[in-house]
T-cell receptor, first 113, second 114 residues
Framework: NAGVTQTPKFRILKIGQSMTLQCTQDMNHNYMYWYRQDPGMGLKLIYYSVGAGITDKGEVPNGYNVSRSTTEDFPLRLELAAPSQTSVYFC????????????FGPGTRLTVL | KNEVEQSPQNLTAQEGEFITINCSYSVGISALHWLQQHPGGGIVSLFMLSSGKKKHGRLIATINIQEKHSSLHITASHPRDSAVYICAVRPPWNYGGATNKLIFGTGTLLAVQP
């Protein structure tokens, strides 16, 4: 199993550009999550999904959108990139919500200039 | 005040030393996670606790629910243990905001010198 994979690993965007961060898991996990990690801060939840077709906002959803058309894929969309979205983005998945560990992808380092 | 506080923020140890990293939290929880983030950035789950103690190899995690405190211990530390160790708690289902979130500490940067 590859686990949780993310692409791209690095990306530089100009202000106002858009992009999609890809996340795929091959563990048949129901729950998937997008986090951002800023220097000196704990990870913050952007969006999460409890299954295909179901998504919900986390703590910091503004400026992002998600979709979950399949169990495996959970892409994160940035429509109008802003410097405040410069961060490292992690996708994670778990089989269930409670009492289950989360498996993390390798991260995407995004810089918005 | 952060809901999850870790101490110390930075820790330097000599190879072979016994290491303790602390995590205190201010909310009720259903579970607590310890995670390891290596310099390359990847995050790995080490433990998930809701009570008592867990051991895996040289790593031991304990939790005291009444005191809202958890510790991560590393015995016989090695340079390959150098990483950021992150504590995260899962609030109960009816906690304000997103019901499926973890609340993360800011991490403890551990450097083990040979």
């Amino acid at each position: 199993n590859a686990g949780v994979t993310q692409t791209p690993k690095f990306r530089i965007l100009k202000i106002g550009q858009s992009m999609t961060l890809q996340c795929t898991q091959d563990m048949n996990h129901n729950y998937m999550y997008w986090y951002r990690q800023d220097p000196g801060m704990g990870l913050k939840l952007i969006y999460y999904s409890v299954g295909a077709g179901i998504t919900d906002k986390g703590e910091v959803p503004n400026g992002y959108n998600v979709s979950r058309s399949t169990t495996e894929d959970f892409p994160l969309r940035l429509e109008l990139a802003a410097p405040s979205q410069t961060s490292v983005y992690f996708c994670a998945s778990s089989y269930r919500q409670t009492y289950n560990e989360q498996f993390f992808g390798p991260g995407t380092r995004l810089t918005v200039l | 005040k952060n809901e999850v506080e870790q101490s110390p923020q930075n820790l330097t140890a000599q190879e072979g030393e016994f290491i303790t990293i602390n995590c205190s939290y201010s909310v009720g929880i259903s579970a607590l996670h310890w995670l390891q983030q290596h310099p390359g950035g990847g995050i790995v789950s080490l433990f998930m606790l809701s009570s008592g103690k867990k051991k895996h190899g040289r790593l031991i995690a304990t939790i005291n629910i009444q005191e809202k405190h958890s510790s991560l211990h590393i015995t016989a530390s090695h340079p390959r243990d150098s990483a950021v160790y992150i504590c995260a708690v899962r609030p109960p289902w009816n906690y304000g905001g997103a019901t499926n979130k973890l609340i993360f500490g800011t991490g403890t940067l551990l450097a083990v010198q040979p």
